[in-house]
């Protein structure tokens, strides 16, 4: 088992940026690839970002390139989301998500964090 906590999240103006970072503990010797998810009251969950285990792959929805940026550092078992010009679009809680696959399916991500709010006021 894989236990993922979600931090960083937060209100914030349009504009501005946030840092979110999900930290592993439990069956982290595998590699495994990572990923962010959000999801707004009402609606489905929706792929936001997802990393390969050596961070050779990165992949992001449409809705984020050129503001969000996806990474991660091993040795801590921590991935982090960097959020830039946010919009109040972004408004949702921010799930991280682990899969043994290297995938942005959400389907394939086999472990979840609690997710962490984040607001984006106009």
């Known amino acids: 088992q894989v236990q993922l906590v979600e931090s960083g999240g937060g209100l914030v103006q349009a504009g501005g940026s946030l840092r979110l970072s999900c930290t592993a503990s439990g069956r982290t010797s595998s590699n495994y690839a990572m990923g962010w998810f959000r999801q707004v009251p009402g609606k489905e969950r929706e792929f936001v970002a997802a990393?390969?285990?050596?961070?050779?792959?990165?992949y992001l929805a449409e809705s984020v390139k050129g503001r969000f940026t996806i990474s991660r550092d091993n040795a801590k078992k921590t991935v982090y989301l960097q959020m830039n010009s946010l919009k109040p679009e972004d408004t949702a809680v921010y799930y991280c998500a682990a899969s043994d696959f290297n995938t942005i399916v959400e389907r394939d991500f086999g472990y979840w964090g609690q997710g962490t709010q984040v607001t984006v006021s106009s």
């Open positions: 990393i390969s285990w050596g961070s050779s792959s990165t």
